[in-house]
C-alpha cells in the first residue's frame, strides 16, 4: 500500500506543528499544516489525501465548507476542535469522527489509522 497522505489544517502554529509530528510518526505524509480554508482547498484541488484532520475554525472561517467537500470526495474527515463538543459535532457530520482538543497524540494516531481502514460498503 501506497503511504497515506493526511491534510492538516489547523490555524494555531504550535497545535499545527504538534499534530503533523504526530501524523508523521505514524508513518504518514503530511500536507499542509494549512490556516486557512483557501489554502487547503487548493491542495485538495491539487492532491486528494486519505484522511483529512480540521480544526473546525480557522483563519478564514469555519472549516465547514472544507469538510463538506472532502466528504463528497470520500475523504474520512477527523475535526480537531476546542470550540465544539464531539455530540455536536458527530449531530452535524455524522460521517466524520471528532475529538477536542487538546486530543493526545495517540488518540490521534488511533483515528487516522480507523479512517483509513476500508469501510464496508452495504
Same mark, same amino acid.
Given at each position: 500500500m501506497e503511504t497515506p497522505t493526511?491534510?492538516?489544517a489547523e490555524d494555531?502554529?504550535?497545535?499545527?506543528?504538534?499534530?503533523?509530528s504526530t501524523v508523521e510518526e505514524a508513518g504518514c505524509i503530511v500536507?499542509? &499544516?494549512?490556516?486557512?480554508?483557501a489554502s487547503a482547498m487548493l491542495a485538495l484541488q491539487k492532491k486528494r489525501p486519505d484522511v483529512a484532520i480540521l480544526d473546525v475554525s480557522l483563519d478564514d472561517g469555519e472549516s465547514f465548507p472544507l469538510a463538506e467537500r472532502l466528504i463528497a470526495e470520500h475523504? &474520512?474527515?477527523? @475535526? $480537531?476542535?476546542? $470550540?465544539?463538543?464531539?455530540?455536536?459535532?458527530?449531530?452535524? @457530520?455524522?460521517?466524520a469522527t471528532a475529538c477536542t482538543k487538546p486530543c493526545p497524540p495517540?488518540?490521534?494516531i488511533a483515528k487516522v489509522k480507523a479512517a483509513l481502514q476500508p469501510q464496508a460498503v452495504n
Open positions: 493526511v491534510l492538516v494555531e502554529f504550535i497545535i499545527a506543528l504538534d499534530l503533523c500536507e499542509g &499544516p494549512y490556516a486557512d480554508i475523504v &474520512p474527515v477527523i @475535526f $480537531h476542535s476546542g $470550540h465544539f463538543t464531539i455530540e455536536e459535532m458527530e449531530a452535524r @457530520f455524522p460521517q495517540g488518540e490521534i
